[in-house]
């Protein structure tokens, strides 16, 4: 059972450089979720997509793009990658976009801008 | 804004002993609350949720009691063992999907031998 994978694992950019970074899953969730967690303040949403087909702006979204590529892929886009973004970024899926529920987080990707 | 208050970490327990990590939240409406574990090296994972005033969850060993009157969800265990080391993370559900769930900062959890 794969879950939600995220590729990749580690990453070091350059001020500048552009990324994205994949994620996917196959336990059917409709709603994909990319969030970041940085030392001492938890997680915190940057983008959601409730459905196939849509995306909404999360707590933190300035700097980042996402596509729903379809129902089992969800990507985050660093255009012009800055030294605040780096964090472990962490994509999770959901059944429903509910609060009934629970999500499913990947194992993260630990992203570094020097 | 919506808020969760966790202590912070990190904790450092011996094995056998118990356990209580405190949890506080806003009290805007009535929200679900959710304990999440995080173990080295690995996404979060639910552990226990609660959904209403009063109601307990469990799981794992582990418990958390909806308590309204003082707007906690404290996770107890009784006897942790060394495979608990890991960072918890309480939150609350307000509305909307998950962009109404917010995280509590994460405490991190050290049980020796």
């Known amino acids: 059972n794969a879950g939600v994978t995220q590729t990749p694992k580690f990453q070091v950019l350059k001020t500048g450089q552009s990324m994205t970074l994949q994620c996917a899953q196959d336990?059917?969730?409709?709603?994909m979720y990319w969030y970041r967690q940085d030392p001492g303040m938890g997680l915190r949403l940057i983008y959601y997509?409730?459905?196939?087909?849509?995306?909404d702006k999360g707590e933190v979204p300035n700097g980042y793009n996402v596509s729903r590529l379809n129902k089992r892929e969800f990507s985050l886009r660093l255009e012009s990658a800055a030294p605040s973004q780096t964090s472990v970024y962490f994509c999770a899926g959901s059944v429903v976009h509910s609060y009934n529920s629970p999500l499913h987080f990947g194992n993260g990707t630990r992203l570094t801008v020097t | 804004g919506d808020s969760v208050t966790q202590m912070e970490g990190p904790v450092t327990l011996s094995e056998e002993a118990f356990l209580t990590i405190n949890c506080t939240y806003t009290a805007t409406g009535y929200p679900s609350l959710f304990w999440y574990v995080q173990y080295p090296g690995e996404g979060l994972q639910l552990l226990l949720k609660?959904?209403?005033?009063?109601d307990k969850g469990s799981n794992k060993g582990f418990e958390a009691t909806y308590r309204k009157e003082t707007t906690s969800f404290h996770l107890e265990k009784g006897s942790v063992q060394v495979s608990d080391s890991a960072v918890y993370f309480c939150a609350r559900y307000s509305g909307g999907g998950a962009d109404g769930l917010t995280f509590g900062k994460g405490t991190h959890l050290i049980i020796q031998p």
């Open positions: 609660a959904t209403k005033a009063d």
């Open positions: 997509s409730a459905s196939e087909g849509t995306t």
């Open positions: 336990m059917n969730h409709n709603s």
